[in-house]
């Protein structure tokens, strides 16, 4: 029986952990619950699930983590602002399973040098993929990590063409339904470059070793390249039950948590190569990653700004990365060395100095 935490309860994360463990009440126990803002959704899954501690917004997350004997805890909050919980379930031991990217991206050295081996579980269908993958050979045998990405509502579409893209078409992905800033991320690509920072800081690959292939059907999750040319993919319909499983009883899998692929029906799978000159983002993530420091909460933290300021309706579509990118170049740290008070100072500046590159621009 794993005692598990669940933070950002109420979200879609959460809500379908909490799904994997009602079905799977002899394998897991609920011990805590932390949500943001929705307190009476979060009682209502206390008292289904006997829940004694709980917890509303991140500082009362860490407090919880810190006070309540889990086995795993798995972060469901969405933004940097889930850095604060991670850090805490790292120092107390526990296993813990992102799906948190941001507080990883944000935190990078800082998150790393804290956790143990082995103690950080991918939640994110990419990264859970490679690191099923990565169980087929050792970690010198890996050649290169291939993140899949379903290329959005605007894929094969020029760069010029997206000028006039309106907020709805953003909003209007053909597979996952994610929440404005994150569906909207994977429109542009961003989220994939985000992912990029993620598998570097989880699986410790160098960023020219770790390649973006379009894969519209999200069938194949991710692939790992060996040294000998075998590439291995994970493979599934689209499910965020499963990696949640993973995440939660790593490295065991749980029977039925999903419905596996059809073989008797035809179907085709496809890749192609990603657009760089349309979708700068993942070049720019990369670029981002390499300087290291806070340059990756800097990035998300100009993302953020700008994706809400597109859906205001104040700048359009292609200024959402031209000012990220801007942001970016105009951001010089004191120090390259990682730390809490550094992090949320680089995304405090990053906000603002997006901001008035926006305001500029009106």
């Known amino acids: 029986m794993r005692r598990v935490i669940i933070l950002g309860s109420t979200g879609s994360i959460g809500v379908q952990a909490i799904e994997v463990i009602a079905a799977n009440r002899d394998s897991f126990e609920i011990v805590g619950l932390a949500a943001g803002t929705r307190r009476e959704a979060m009682q209502a899954q206390a008292a289904e699930f006997g829940v004694e501690h709980l917890a509303i917004g991140a500082s009362e997350a860490e407090q919880l983590v810190r006070t309540v004997e889990a086995d795993v805890v798995l972060n469901g909050i969405t933004g940097s602002v889930g850095l604060g919980p991670t850090i805490a379930v790292l120092e107390t031991g526990t296993i813990l399973?992102?799906?948190?990217?941001?507080?990883?991206?944000?935190?990078?050295?800082?998150?790393?040098?804290?956790?143990?081996?082995?103690?950080?579980?991918?939640?994110?269908?990419?990264?859970?993929?490679?690191?099923?993958?990565l169980r087929?050979?050792?970690?010198?045998?890996?050649?290169?990590?291939?993140?899949?990405?379903?290329g959005g509502p605007f894929r094969g579409r020029t760069r010029e063409s997206l000028r006039d893209?309106?907020?709805?078409?953003?909003?209007?992905?053909?597979?996952?339904?994610?929440?404005?800033?994150?569906?909207?991320?994977?429109?542009?690509?961003?989220?994939?470059?985000?992912?990029?920072?993620?598998?570097?800081?989880?699986?410790?690959?160098?960023?020219?070793?770790?390649?973006v292939t379009v894969h519209p059907q999200s069938i194949?999750?991710?692939?790992?390249?060996?040294?000998?040319?075998?590439t291995i993919a994970q493979c599934s319909p689209p499910d965020m039950r499963l990696p949640i499983s993973l995440g939660l009883d790593w490295p065991n899998r749980v029977a039925g948590v999903?419905?596996?692929?059809?073989?008797?029906?035809?179907?085709?799978?496809?890749?192609?190569?990603l657009d760089d000159e349309a979708f700068p983002a993942v070049?720019?993530?990369?670029?981002?990653?390499?300087?290291?420091?806070?340059?990756?909460?800097?990035?998300?933290?100009?993302?953020?700004?700008?994706?809400?300021?597109?859906?205001?309706?104040?700048?359009?579509?292609?200024?959402?990365?031209?000012?990220?990118?801007?942001?970016?170049?105009?951001?010089?740290?004191?120090?390259?060395?990682?730390?809490l008070a550094g992090v949320l100072e680089a995304e405090r500046w990053a906000r603002a100095e997006a901001d008035r590159l926006l305001a500029a621009a009106r």
């Open 220 to 230: 194949v999750h991710s692939m790992v390249e060996f040294v000998d040319g075998s």
């Open 258 to 273: 999903g419905a596996p692929l059809d073989w008797t029906t035809a179907s085709s799978w496809t890749f192609e190569p």
């Open 283 to 339: 070049a720019l993530a990369k670029r981002v990653g390499r300087a290291g420091g806070t340059y990756p909460a800097v990035f998300n933290a100009a993302n953020e700004q700008a994706v809400h300021a597109f859906h205001a309706g104040t700048i359009g579509y292609l200024d959402i990365l031209d000012t990220v990118e801007a942001v970016v170049d105009a951001h010089s740290p004191e120090e390259s060395r990682v730390t």
């Open 136 to 150: 087929s050979g050792a970690a010198g045998e890996v050649r290169r990590l291939v993140l899949t990405a379903s």
């Open 97 to 133: 399973a992102l799906a948190n990217k941001e507080s990883l991206i944000v935190g990078g050295e800082l998150v790393t040098g804290i956790a143990a081996p082995g103690q950080i579980v991918p939640v994110d269908s990419e990264h859970s993929a490679i690191a099923q993958a």
């Open 165 to 211: 893209v309106t907020p709805a078409e953003a909003l209007a992905h053909p597979t996952w339904d994610m929440g404005l800033v994150v569906t909207t991320n994977s429109s542009t690509l961003v989220n994939k470059g985000l992912e990029v920072i993620e598998a570097h800081y989880l699986f410790d690959v160098p960023y020219d070793r770790i390649d």
